[in-house]
């Protein structure tokens, strides 16, 4: 049997009309989708009725399926001669172990492709109001993990380059670390007084935003209640929020 496909697609950030054309595509023809937590649901009602959904999705903790298994399954699958469908949220480059993926499907010899999608770091801010780049407050963005992998006690932040060298800076998967985010910056030349924000939910109906500075943003998520899956921005162009929140005025009308 002739070895199948797989497409390692990102499915953007929530909203479902954000995928790409080619990810669409990619949903339409699958025999096998195995998907994750943070994809629209809506997306699969696209998929074929006879294709295979497959729920791969990981909570802080809590994984349906550990990161072998997923891998065993695409390798299973393309190897029955199936096209798959690995629907991340987001970018699937972006924090989402497409490379871990992409090089067992090398090693197997299992044809694939990368779909990039529109990654959460830049599409949450800017359902928020907050546009990453500005001419006159942000000439640099930098893209961070919010914490390392626990079980080796990684941390790969250069937090002084960090501190120092970024006008704007997305932290993903960082609510569960926003004290020390906060803190580090500050020690290593962040002002206080920078401004912050933690998007929760970003470009869905349920998206909340809460907005203060390095030295309060920790307080103001604790009594909002905010909770993952959150993206922390921290620059200058969280000012910007005041005037432009399209998003949330939007759904204020649809209310």
Not at 215 to 233: D, G, L, N
Request: aromatic share 6%; charged share 25%; with cysteine.
């Amino acid at each position: 049997m002739n070895k199948g496909k797989v497409y390692l697609v990102g499915a953007g950030p929530g909203d479902p009309k954000l995928i790409t054309v080619h990810g669409m595509e990619c949903i339409k023809k699958a025999d096998v989708i195995a998907y994750d937590r943070l994809i629209n649901k809506e997306l699969l009602n696209y998929a074929k009725e006879t294709a295979e959904l497959i729920y791969c999705g990981k909570l802080p903790g809590k994984h349906a399926l550990i990161q072998e298994q997923i891998h065993e399954l695409l390798v299973e699958k393309a190897n029955e001669g199936k096209v798959v469908t690995r629907l991340k949220g987001g970018d699937p480059c972006v924090f989402g172990r497409v490379g871990e993926e992409a090089e067992i499907l090398a090693e197997h010899d299992i044809p694939f492709e990368i779909v990039p999608g529109v990654t959460s770091g830049i599409a949450a801010p800017a359902y928020a109001g907050i546009p990453v780049t500005h001419r006159d407050h942000a000439g640099s963005f930098t893209i961070v993990t919010g914490h390392g992998r626990k079980e080796k006690g990684q941390d790969f932040i250069n937090w002084k380059a960090l501190a120092e060298g970024s006008d704007t800076i997305a932290f993903y998967m960082g609510i569960g670390n926003l004290k020390n985010i906060c803190s580090e910056l500050i020690t290593h030349g962040k002002s206080p007084d920078t401004h912050a924000a933690v998007i929760e939910w970003g470009t869905t109906p349920r998206q909340r935003t809460v907005t203060g500075t390095l030295e309060t943003i920790e307080k103001m998520v604790e009594e909002a209640a905010i909770s993952h899956p959150s993206m922390v921005i921290v620059g200058e162009v969280v000012q910007l929020r005041e005037k432009i929140r399209w998003f949330d005025k939007k759904e204020e009308v649809l209310a």
